[in-house]
């Protein structure tokens, strides 16, 4: 593992243990050429995902955008992040074994919204409001009350196609 201060590759590890819910291995490093210290974490990847665009782009799967906007969607709410973990290794679990390695967009935005659903509804409301490509006040209305209802919101509108863009062609 190469050192994120000085990009020695002789780093050692200096503690290994499980995360809370078992589904990586955190480890504490330290690096002898410069002492810095830092933390990595080793997952499990049952396969390597792609995921289609609505414009048809293919683009590699990445953990860590998916979770960067669930921390948007729940920027300032009162959820435990051992929860949000929990959330995102299901979904990612749910991707792995309902494709063979392609998943569209749409899935994993509506895998998202079931997950914040759970989690706390103001997050699923803001995710959503992104998703989905809210234009009015009449958007918010309607998915709050199929929420306030407990209805699925499969009946909002689905999210706008994109126009590409030059560089996309």
Excluded: H, W
Excluded at 39 to 60: A, H, I
Excluded at 144 to 163: H, M, N, S, T, V
């Amino acid at each position: 593992m190469r050192c994120p201060y000085c990009g020695s590759l002789d780093t050692q590890v200096k503690d290994s243990r499980p995360t809370d819910d078992s589904s990586s291995i955190r480890r504490r490093r330290i690096c002898p050429d410069c002492g810095g210290r830092f933390t990595t974490f080793e997952r499990v990847q049952l396969r390597e995902l792609t995921v289609v665009k609505r414009s048809g782009r293919r683009v590699p799967f990445d953990r860590d955008k998916l979770q960067q906007s669930v921390e948007v969607a729940l920027r300032k709410r009162p959820v435990e992040p051992e929860r949000v973990e929990r959330m995102i290794n299901g979904i990612v679990r749910q991707l792995e074994s309902m494709s063979d390695g392609e998943v569209s967009s749409e899935q994993v935005g509506e895998l998202v919204m079931e997950g914040l659903k759970g989690l706390d509804d103001v997050a699923y409301v803001r995710f959503a409001s992104v998703y989905k490509n809210f234009r009015e006040a009449k958007d918010f209305e309607e998915i709050l009350g199929k929420l306030a209802e407990g209805e699925p919101e499969d009946d909002l509108p689905p999210p706008p196609k994109k126009k590409r863009a030059a560089s996309e062609s």
